[in-house]
């Protein structure tokens, strides 16, 4: 599972527009945090190790 997420700009110079680079940044963070797209939801206590080994998977698709 791979979340689509904008690729950020460089950063602009003082002088330049910041609008783009704000946007891309902030849907980023918003995605990471689970504040946009899907939420992932908690494993049970008795959770077995191929439960845990697929959430791990799930939230390095989110990072990455």
Not at 20 to 40: P, V
């Amino acid at each position: 599972m791979s979340i689509r997420k904008p690729s950020i700009p460089t950063v602009p110079k003082s002088s330049e527009p910041r609008a783009g680079f704000d946007a891309a940044l902030k849907e980023t963070l918003e995605t990471i945090t689970g504040r946009r797209g899907q939420k992932i939801k908690l494993l049970a206590d008795d959770a077995t190790l191929p439960q845990v080994v697929a959430k791990v998977n799930e939230l390095l698709g989110l990072l990455q």
